[in-house]
Structures are given as structure tokens and as C-alpha cells.
């Protein structure tokens, strides 16, 4: 299955046209707060977990809307490349030709008619009326007449009996997943037995995940009305509610954090060390959300160094970290640092990678990502790791963790870091008693399906004494 099909950029107008409906009909919010999400994200490599907070608060829909207006966004966007194989059967010249925004239009109207069911004249009517505001009456005509073509087709299981066929090719437009990703999973999972289940979690809206930095977790599971996550002692999950109104939240006694990247972030403390243990390294630090959590946990006279090659995100780092003493934030690169080898007791490498463990979060990603970014990637976790080794001294541990489950980005690297003479890995799990299913070999791996967290990866590497 191939990815959605993707419009010159150039033909997208800078400038919007009046957003009016036909006379005396109001846009619909909602409807309207989610094509802007989409026209965003496909035009500009926006990211839908951060523009659409933003719009929901500027526009002030009410509960309800602000859930339709979710709803679609993060699914259209899911289903960009399941939705691109049915309008190419509709429209009568390829989809990279058509004016993109009419593009996007299609895609929002297709998601409600095969996967929410909206009855066939309120999804085809309102998005005709989007289309009249936002392009002009002249594109109107063509997306009426492909949304009912749609809509005559029946759901997304009628469509898919209808495109027909089979293996992978049929999982992908099934779960929403180019068929590399499907491939990338049945390697991780080793086998089939729970791949169907692991992509469907991709799809699957994701609990907000809170972590109590400096306030205690029952406070914040009173506060936010949640209930202690599983795993982490730290978390908390919400069952809804914005969790920027919390006070905790506001005041940095709290934060957003999935329970998988609070475990990745404890792993480090659970590590068994030989000698001191004094000095700790977070070497790819931004936006933060881990060093706070190391911070607040760490044993007393403990130092930590975080550290981003990137200013702006250093500087999300300072503001994660501020009121926490002994901790220092510095702009570098992990590949070129300017701390002295064997500086530090403890390194995190939290590696740069192509996200495809939070794609419930982010479900662009799975879009704009391709099998040919994996490589480029694997390389730069490789030097990192190559440093991070280098950095902690002999006797301290590394812990590697990535936001990915992919072979090249987890296993097979940490394997060749495995081939030096003065390295040795340590188990994972055994640190972790109370996650099940949390083992791929010596490492660990969560799931969106297993545990109901991003699909982390953790290793645990000791330089040899």
C-alpha cells in the first residue's frame, strides 16, 4: 500500500477566501476546526497533537464539538492512505493533480461516510458547504458527486470487498498502515500472532498518561480525577478533561508524559552500577520531559546534565528542569560533546528516531515517514550510541531507548554496539517484575496493545570494567 497522494504545495493558496456557507446556513465548527487541522499537516508538515489543542481553545467549541472535530481530525489523518485508494477509483484524474484543498476535502468527507457511518446527506452536504467556502462554487460540483459515489459504495468493509486483495496488502488498508510499517511489525513482534491487534492500537485514541513530578500521585489522582497507571509509580491516566487546566500541570508539579517514556526514564535509576554514583547524562534532552522525571527522583548529591543540540529545545529543557538544583542544561551535540570521556556515571540516550512507536499520538507520522528514513536514522543512533558509550565510565550503564519498535532502530544497532569488547548488555525485564510481556530478549519493548503505552524500546549497556 502506498502513501496518500500529495498535491503540489504551490497550488494551495496563501490567502483564504470568506468561510460562508450557502445563505443561512452557518459552517459547521467542527467540521471546519478538522479541515484546518488537515490543511495544515499536509500542506505545511504541521503536527496535529500540537496545532489542535490550540484551535479548540481559540475557538471555543463546546465539549461536544471539540470531540467531533478530534474525532475527525486524528482520524481522517489515520486514514489518509485507505481514503486515497477509494477517491483514486472516484475522480477522473490522478489525486496529485486535484487542488489540494479539494483534496483534503474529499479525505474529510470519505472518513465520515466509511468509518463513522455519518448518514450520506449531513457528511456530504456540510462538506460541500466547507468546499463552497473554502475553494469556491466551481470545486462544490466535484465534491458532491465523488462523496456520492462514496457513500453508494457502503462502510470501509464494503470498500475493502470491493478493492479487493490480499496478505499485507489487505491488513494495510485494513488498519491504516503502509504496508512497510506492517512488515516492520511482524519482524518486532516475531510473527503474526499479534500483529493485527498491534496496528489496530495505532488506531485506537490514546488516554491522556500524567506524571507526578513533585506532587504525590494520590493528590494528582484526586486532582485530575484519573487513576494510577499501571506501571510507572509516577503515573497517572485521564479519562478525559484537558489536563493544561490542571494546577499541577500549570505549575510544573505535573506534566504530560506517556507512561512508556516514564518507565524508558526509570530504567536508568534501576540499573545496577559498580562504584560512584553521582554524576547522571540525559545526552538528547529536549523537550525535557525525562530529565524532569530523573530529576525528581534521584538519590541526594546526585548531578544531572542535560543536554540538546538544538537551542530552542535546550531551552524547553531549562524550563522543564527550573527550581530543580544541581542539574545544568547545555546546547551540544551527543556526537561531539564537550564533557571529557567516562565523565558520568549514568547516560540516557533518548536517540532521535522516526516516531512510529506513538503513532496512535501522532497519526501523520505513519504518512510521512517512508522505510527509506529508516537508515539515515540507524546511523545517527549509532554514532550516539558510540558516544554515549564513550561518555559513561567503565563500571556505568547506558540506557538506550527509542520511541520505535523497528529492527534497524532497536535490536540490530544495539546488537553491533554488543560486538565491542568492553560492553555487555543487562536485562530489562527483571528491573520491570510488575510489566508483563514487556521482554524482546535482553531488552524491553512496550506496546500500544500490551500496555497501553507508546511502543518504547529499552536496552540497558554496561562498559565493562
Given at each position: 500500500?502506498?502513501?496518500?497522494?500529495?498535491?503540489?504545495?504551490?497550488?494551495?493558496?496563501?490567502?483564504?477566501?470568506?468561510?460562508?456557507?450557502?445563505?443561512?446556513?452557518?459552517?459547521?465548527?467542527?467540521?471546519?476546526?478538522?479541515?484546518?487541522?488537515?490543511?495544515?499537516?499536509?500542506?505545511?508538515?504541521?503536527?496535529?497533537?500540537?496545532?489542535?489543542?490550540?484551535?479548540?481553545?481559540?475557538?471555543?467549541?463546546?465539549?461536544?464539538?471539540?470531540?467531533?472535530?478530534?474525532?475527525?481530525?486524528?482520524?481522517?489523518?489515520?486514514?489518509?492512505?485507505?481514503?486515497?485508494?477509494?477517491?483514486?477509483?472516484?475522480?477522473?484524474?490522478?489525486?496529485?493533480?486535484?487542488?489540494?484543498?479539494?483534496?483534503?476535502?474529499?479525505?474529510?468527507?470519505?472518513?465520515?461516510?466509511?468509518?463513522?457511518?455519518?448518514?450520506?446527506?449531513?457528511?456530504?452536504?456540510?462538506?460541500?458547504?466547507?468546499?463552497?467556502?473554502?475553494?469556491?462554487?466551481?470545486?462544490?460540483?466535484?465534491?458532491?458527486?465523488?462523496?456520492?459515489?462514496?457513500?453508494?459504495?457502503?462502510?470501509?468493509?464494503?470498500?475493502?470487498?470491493?478493492?479487493?486483495?490480499?496478505?499485507?496488502?489487505?491488513?494495510?488498508?485494513?488498519?491504516?498502515?503502509?504496508?512497510?510499517?506492517?512488515?516492520?511489525?511482524?519482524?518486532?513482534?516475531?510473527?503474526?500472532?499479534?500483529?493485527?491487534?498491534?496496528?489496530?492500537?495505532?488506531?485506537?485514541?490514546?488516554?491522556?498518561?500524567?506524571?507526578?513530578?513533585?506532587?504525590?500521585?494520590?493528590?494528582?489522582?484526586?486532582?485530575?480525577?484519573?487513576?494510577?497507571?499501571?506501571?510507572?509509580?509516577?503515573?497517572?491516566?485521564?479519562?478525559?478533561?484537558?489536563?493544561?487546566?490542571?494546577?499541577?500541570?500549570?505549575?510544573?508539579?505535573?506534566?504530560?508524559?506517556?507512561?512508556?517514556?516514564?518507565?524508558?526514564?526509570?530504567?536508568?535509576?534501576?540499573?545496577?552500577?559498580?562504584?560512584?554514583?553521582?554524576?547522571?547524562?540525559?545526552?538528547?534532552?529536549?523537550?525535557?520531559?525525562?530529565?524532569?522525571?530523573?530529576?525528581?527522583?534521584?538519590?541526594?548529591?546526585?548531578?544531572?546534565?542535560?543536554?540538546?543540540?538544538?537551542?530552542?529545545?535546550?531551552?524547553?529543557?531549562?524550563?522543564?528542569?527550573?527550581?530543580?538544583?544541581?542539574?545544568?542544561?547545555?546546547?551540544?551535540?551527543?556526537?561531539?560533546?564537550?564533557?571529557?570521556?567516562?565523565?558520568?556515571?549514568?547516560?540516557?540516550?533518548?536517540?532521535?528516531?522516526?516516531?512510529?512507536?506513538?503513532?496512535?499520538?501522532?497519526?501523520?507520522?505513519?504518512?510521512?515517514?517512508?522505510?527509506?528514513?529508516?537508515?539515515?536514522?540507524?546511523q545517527l543512533q549509532t554514532e550516539l550510541?558510540?558516544?554515549?558509550?564513550?561518555?559513561?565510565?567503565?563500571?556505568?550503564?547506558?540506557?538506550?531507548?527509542?520511541?520505535?519498535?523497528?529492527?534497524?532502530?532497536?535490536?540490530?544497532?544495539?546488537?553491533r554496539a554488543l560486538e565491542r569488547d568492553?560492553?555487555?548488555?543487562?536485562?530489562?525485564?527483571?528491573?520491570?517484575?510488575?510489566?508483563?510481556?514487556?521482554?524482546?530478549?535482553?531488552?524491553?519493548?512496550?506496546?500500544?496493545?500490551?500496555?497501553?503505552?507508546?511502543?518504547?524500546?529499552?536496552?540497558?549497556?554496561?562498559?565493562?570494567?
Amino acid at each position: 500500500m502506498s502513501g496518500p497522494r500529495r498535491g503540489p504545495r504551490g497550488n494551495r493558496p496563501a490567502s483564504r477566501r470568506s468561510r460562508r456557507a450557502a445563505p443561512g446556513r452557518p459552517l459547521d465548527g467542527a467540521r471546519l476546526t478538522a479541515y484546518d487541522v488537515l490543511d495544515a499537516v499536509t500542506s505545511r508538515d504541521a503536527y496535529a497533537n500540537l496545532l489542535l489543542p490550540q484551535l479548540l481553545r481559540e475557538r471555543d467549541l463546546d465539549e461536544r464539538d471539540a470531540a467531533f472535530a478530534t474525532q475527525l481530525a486524528y482520524g481522517t489523518l489515520r486514514a489518509l492512505g485507505t481514503l486515497d485508494v477509494i477517491l483514486a477509483r472516484l475522480v477522473d484524474r490522478p489525486l496529485g493533480h486535484l487542488d489540494p484543498r479539494v483534496l483534503d476535502l474529499l479525505r474529510l468527507g470519505g472518513y465520515q461516510l466509511i468509518d463513522l457511518r455519518v448518514p450520506s446527506h449531513a457528511a456530504v452536504d456540510t462538506t460541500v458547504d466547507l468546499t463552497r467556502a473554502i475553494v469556491g462554487a466551481g470545486a462544490s460540483g466535484l465534491v458532491n458527486a465523488v462523496l456520492r459515489k462514496v457513500a453508494t459504495g457502503g462502510d470501509r468493509e464494503a470498500w475493502l470487498a470491493t478493492i479487493g486483495g490480499t496478505g499485507d496488502e489487505r491488513l494495510a488498508l485494513a488498519t491504516d498502515h503502509p504496508r512497510w510499517i506492517v512488515q516492520a511489525w511482524r519482524e518486532a513482534l516475531g510473527g503474526d500472532g499479534e500483529l493485527e491487534a498491534a496496528l489496530r492500537a495505532d488506531d485506537t485514541a490514546p488516554e491522556v498518561h500524567l506524571v507526578a513530578r513533585s506532587i504525590p500521585r494520590d493528590a494528582l489522582v484526586e486532582e485530575s480525577g484519573g487513576e494510577p497507571g499501571p506501571w510507572s509509580p509516577y503515573a497517572v491516566r485521564m479519562h478525559g478533561g484537558d489536563p493544561g487546566r490542571l494546577p499541577s500541570v500549570r505549575s510544573g508539579a505535573a506534566a504530560v508524559q506517556d507512561e512508556g517514556s516514564q518507565l524508558a526514564a526509570l530504567l536508568l535509576t534501576r540499573a545496577p552500577l559498580e562504584g560512584p554514583d553521582a554524576s547522571w547524562l540525559d545526552m538528547c534532552a529536549g523537550p525535557g520531559g525525562k530529565a524532569a522525571l530523573l530529576a525528581a527522583v534521584r538519590p541526594e548529591g546526585v548531578r544531572i546534565t542535560a543536554a540538546d543540540r538544538a537551542p530552542h529545545r535546550a531551552e524547553l529543557v531549562r524550563t522543564a528542569l527550573r527550581g530543580q538544583a544541581d542539574t545544568e542544561v547545555v546546547v551540544a551535540d551527543g556526537r561531539e560533546p564537550p564533557w571529557e570521556p567516562g565523565s558520568f556515571d549514568r547516560v540516557l540516550l533518548d536517540a532521535p528516531c522516526t516516531g512510529l512507536g506513538a503513532l496512535r499520538r501522532r497519526p501523520e507520522v505513519r504518512w510521512r515517514r517512508t522505510a527509506d528514513d529508516v537508515a539515515p536514522l540507524a546511523q545517527l543512533q549509532t554514532e550516539l550510541l558510540e558516544s554515549a558509550l564513550a561518555s559513561v565510565r567503565p563500571g556505568g550503564v547506558v540506557a538506550y531507548v527509542t520511541c520505535s519498535p523497528h529492527a534497524a532502530e532497536t535490536v540490530d544497532l544495539v546488537a553491533r554496539a554488543l560486538e565491542r569488547d568492553d560492553v555487555e548488555q543487562l536485562p530489562v525485564a527483571p528491573l520491570f517484575p510488575d510489566v508483563p510481556g514487556a521482554a524482546r530478549g535482553e531488552s524491553g519493548q512496550l506496546w500500544p496493545h500490551r500496555h497501553g503505552t507508546d511502543a518504547m524500546y529499552m536496552a540497558l549497556l554496561r562498559r565493562r570494567s
